[in-house]
């Protein structure tokens, strides 16, 4: 019964070894594939940055443009304005 017992032991940890490395080469097998799948992601992501950074750059720019139109076109108004000040208060003195 000693011999029995042992082969039974013997085969069950068999047994056991094979299941678990079958399991253990699934396991492997899914950890790899979150691995593609996370650098796949990373990837993605730093494509994404430089693309948002490069738009960023271009907005910032168009902004600048924009800023820099527009602060041209209020000094050219306030001259304007500032012109027809002077010729106003022109006019003012003299008919007074």
């Known amino acids: 019964m000693d011999e029995d017992l042992k082969k039974l032991i013997e085969s069950t940890a068999a047994e056991t070894r094979r299941h678990f490395d079958v399991v253990a080469e699934q396991l492997e097998s899914k950890i790899d594939t979150v691995a593609e799948g996370v650098v796949g992601c990373n990837e993605r992501i730093e494509r994404l ?24 076109r ?8 500032s012109d027809l000040q002077t010729r106003v208060e022109r006019l003012e003195s003299s008919t007074h």
């Not at 907005?59 to 041209?72: G, N």
């Not at 209020?74 to 304005?81: A, G, K, Q």
């Open 49 to 72: 940055e430089t693309t948002m950074k490069e738009e960023f750059a271009e907005v910032r720019s168009m902004i600048k443009f924009s800023h820099q139109e527009l602060d041209r």
């Open 74 to 81: 209020l000094r050219t108004l306030e001259e304007v304005v």
